[in-house]
């Protein structure tokens, strides 16, 4: 129920999911609208420093709408904006 809530909010209800073991690396942004995909950015601890600080930079400017993320996004973050938080798994 939560994935394809997920799905149908990113307008990737249509996409072919295929789940991996709880490998960091694994995750990305395999397909999407292309209007939307320059708006989407993955946040998560084997991203180097620099990718993370701009990761989250454009996030609180509302550069970057969705945030595909781990739970090392949300430690010690305080972003005003955010309207909707989806927790999977």
Request: one cysteine or more.
């Amino acid at each position: 129920m939560a994935l394809k809530q997920t799905k149908d909010k990113l307008f990737l209800s249509k996409a072919q999911v295929i789940q991996v073991t709880d490998v960091r690396m694994n995750i990305r942004l395999e397909e999407t609208r292309p209007n939307l995909q320059a708006k989407v950015e993955t946040y998560h601890s084997t991203r180097d420093d620099r990718y993370k600080v701009r990761a989250m930079d454009c996030f609180i400017k509302n550069e970057v709408l969705v945030l595909l993320a781990t739970e090392a996004a949300g430690m010690g973050c305080d972003v005003p904006n955010v309207v909707q938080v989806i927790q999977y798994g």
